[in-house]
């Protein structure tokens, strides 16, 4: 099995700064990748960026040229800078990754909230 801690939400002012991390630990061989998802309330799950063990990453249009997701390997952990924050970032974010034990399997963290006021 797999386990996601997660931390680093908080409230931001719009134009802060906030850094979540998630750290991965238990049986697994890989992590071909790690990623952030987010969700408001009264909308969908949406991704927000993934990165590969390879380093290829990936983003939401919003929040290009703001957020930017990096990974530690050693640590089997994985950060989400977010930068220049607006209130529609206010979500619950989940750390997500998909993890190589006996089968390539997707595993969810609990989420941690983040709050931009405005």
């Known amino acids: 099995q797999v386990q996601l801690v997660e931390s680093g939400g908080g409230l931001a002012h719009t134009g802060g700064s906030l850094r979540l991390s998630c750290s991965a630990s238990?049986?697994?061989?890989?992590?071909?990748?790690m990623g952030w998802y987010r969700q408001a309330p009264g909308k969908q799950r949406e991704l927000v960026a993934t990165?590969?063990?390879?380093?290829?990453?990936n983003y939401l249009d919003s929040v290009k040229g703001r957020f930017t997701i990096s990974r530690d390997s050693t640590k089997n952990t994985v950060y989400l800078q977010m930068n220049s924050l607006k209130p529609d970032d206010t979500a619950l974010y989940y750390c997500?990754?998909?993890?190589?034990?006996?089968?390539?399997?997707?595993?969810w963290g609990q989420g941690t909230q983040v709050t931009v006021s405005s």
């Open positions: 238990g049986s697994f061989s890989s992590i071909p990748v």
């Open positions: 997500n990754v998909e993890a190589v034990t006996y089968y390539r399997g997707s595993y």
């Open positions: 990165i590969t063990s390879g380093g290829t990453t």
